[in-house]
């Protein structure tokens, strides 16, 4: 059985707990490492950090870009970016697309902020599918499960801190229909 767990840290802790008793040590991951390996997009690599602001930046060089105030300056731009990838990794992450978010009346006061933001999203995307790139802000509707890897391991239990995204639960619930998937609280 393949053990999950949210961070190294974890794992450090529970192998720290076990190194006193006389038994192998199970086979453990974190999550991240678990989903590079169970999950799959066909044809494409996935985007590295530096590429991946670089490709964001080209993205933002349109007109309207320059109402939200995030200057082009390189170091300006990269702290800038981490606060952008958020965002769209938090609507991945809970499976809401931004279309959403603009018809909602509570966002009514962003609207145009939103619409800039779509649209960087947009060009962002296309400069990713030209280069042959994936990022994990499209994996939630781009990825396949890595059946071999999956039946490889045959069964696993995710020891969970805190909530699972909307994404990561439809993903384990996924899985648990290919494998024995545990969760642990």
Same mark, same amino acid.
């Given at each position: 059985?393949?053990?999950?767990?949210?961070?190294? #840290?974890?794992?450090? !802790?529970?192998?720290? *707990?076990?190194?006193? $008793?006389?038994?192998?040590?199970?086979?453990?991951?974190?999550? /991240?490492?678990?989903?590079?390996?169970?999950?799959?997009?066909?044809?494409?690599?996935?985007?590295?950090?530096?590429?991946?602001?670089?490709?964001?930046?080209?993205?933002?060089?349109?007109?309207?870009?320059?109402?939200?105030?995030?200057? !082009?300056?390189?170091?300006?731009?990269? *702290?800038?970016?981490? %606060?952008?990838? #958020?965002?769209?990794?938090?609507?991945?992450?809970?499976?809401?697309?931004? =279309?959403?978010?603009? $018809?909602? =009346?509570?966002?009514? !006061?962003?609207?145009?902020?939103?619409? %800039?933001?779509?649209?960087?999203?947009?060009?962002? *995307?296309?400069?990713?599918?030209?280069? /042959?790139?994936?990022?994990?802000?499209?994996?939630?509707?781009?990825?396949?499960?890595?059946?071999?890897?999956?039946?490889?391991?045959?069964?696993?239990?995710?020891?969970?801190? /805190?909530?699972?995204?909307?994404?990561?639960?439809?993903?384990?619930?996924?899985?648990?229909? %290919?494998?024995?998937?545990?969760?642990?609280?």
């Amino acid at each position: 059985m393949l053990k999950i767990f949210p961070t190294t #840290r974890a794992i450090r !802790q529970e192998f720290s *707990k076990l190194s006193t $008793t006389n038994r192998l040590l199970p086979k453990a991951t974190t999550i /991240g490492e678990f989903e590079k390996k169970a999950l799959t997009v066909k044809n494409k690599i996935f985007i590295d950090d530096d590429k991946r602001v670089m490709l964001l930046k080209e993205a933002s060089k349109f007109e309207l870009f320059k109402e939200l105030k995030i200057k !082009q300056d390189f170091l300006f731009f990269l *702290k800038n970016s981490k %606060i952008l990838f #958020r965002f769209f990794e938090e609507l991945a992450n809970e499976k809401v697309n931004i =279309d959403d978010i603009e $018809t909602a =009346d509570t966002y009514a !006061q962003f609207d145009k902020h939103l619409s %800039i933001l779509k649209k960087l999203l947009s060009n962002y *995307k296309k400069k990713l599918l030209k280069s /042959g790139f994936i990022d994990k802000i499209f994996l939630p509707q781009e990825y396949r499960l890595n059946l071999s890897y999956l039946k490889s391991i045959k069964e696993a239990e995710l020891i969970l801190e /805190g909530y699972l995204s909307n994404f990561e639960f439809a993903l384990f619930l996924e899985i648990s229909k %290919i494998i024995p998937f545990y969760i642990r609280y």
